[in-house]
């Protein structure tokens, strides 16, 4: 089937990204990666409009966000992670990247055990150095170190599938939650038309893929094939997740960079109802 998404948001972001359902305070999270700034807002699940209730700035850009039991931020910096409570204290939890490497950090998601996954990407035109890292109580750890544009990452049926953009590789591994042990990663399917990037798990066990230059979300099974389309008609769009109450609300987002003349509604987020639900997202456990 193909849905048709609406606008959510007033205001237009450069790099939109990153959308996360904090269910335990009913709010939207998500990030413009440019303007280095993690944004909170309200959903409302009727209309599927957002409206801004807060703002966290940080300096240099910020990749991903995720959110801790207890309300607390984890902020994937420029090459840090970042904790941040309510009262605006910040700590450094981790550097993920070296100094003086010319990348930064990308998209991240929290596994189903609390452990947080982050990516990077280069910013000076190099190929297969970027990372996949994963944070937990023992520190850091690399699952992957070949990576050209490391991106979306969703969890199904106990395996871990995560996004290469540019040569348009789904990778997937075995993933024990339990233990943490991350089996070899074989490829699951390449999308060729248009670039893959966020992405997120139905209750059903699809992936819910943004393609970066076509303007939507594309549903897929777990081997790849096209079962649903969302159409955006932004054509940056970033990255999408289940949100509200019913967890029935598809947040998408979209981005104005790189485009010569953005239209009016490139850049805003988007949502959409398409029938399924999505996954309650795991919180933050650093212990």
């Known amino acids: 089937m193909t849905f048709t998404a609406v606008p959510a948001s007033a205001d237009v972001y450069e ?3 990153g959308p996360v359902w904090d269910a335990g305070r009913q709010r939207l999270l998500w990030v413009d990666i440019v303007a280095g700034t993690v944004y909170e807002g309200r959903l409302d699940a009727e209309t599927g409009s957002v409206t801004v209730s807060g703002r966290h700035v940080f300096d ?3 990749g991903a966000v995720a959110v801790a039991a207890g309300g607390e931020l984890i902020v994937a ?3 840090t992670l970042i904790r941040a409570d309510a009262g605006g204290s910040r700590t450094e939890l981790a550097r993920v990247l070296p100094e003086g490497v ?17 990516g990077s990407l280069a910013q000076d035109g190099r190929h297969g150095q970027e990372v996949l890292a994963r944070l937990d109580k023992t520190g850091l750890t690399h699952l992957d170190t070949d990576l050209v544009l490391s991106n979306g990452l969703a969890w199904a049926d106990g395996r871990l599938y995560s996004v290469d ?4 590789t789904i990778w997937v591994r075995d993933y024990d939650p339990d233990s943490g042990r991350a089996g070899p990663r074989r490829e699951a399917f390449t999308i060729t038309d248009g670039s893959p990037d966020g992405m997120c ?3 059903g066990g699809n992936l819910w893929i943004a393609n970066w230059g076509l303007g939507r979300v594309e549903c897929r099974t777990p081997a790849g094939e096209l079962l649903d389309v969302v159409e955006t008609g932004a054509p940056h769009t970033s990255s999408a997740a289940f949100a509200g109450p019913d967890l029935d609300v598809l947040v998408i987002t979209t981005a104005t960079i790189g485009l010569s003349d953005p239209g009016p509604d490139d850049g805003r987020l988007f949502t959409a109802r398409v029938g399924v639900r999505g996954l309650p997202t795991p919180y933050w456990n650093p212990c």
């Open 15 to 17: 790099l939109g990204e």
């Open 60 to 62: 240099g850009t910020v």
């Open 77 to 79: 910096g420029q090459a």
């Open 102 to 118: 010319r990348s930064r950090l990308n998209d991240g998601a929290v596994d189903p055990a609390g452990r947080f996954l982050i």
């Open 165 to 168: 953009t540019i040569p348009g």
């Open 201 to 203: 798990a139905d209750a």
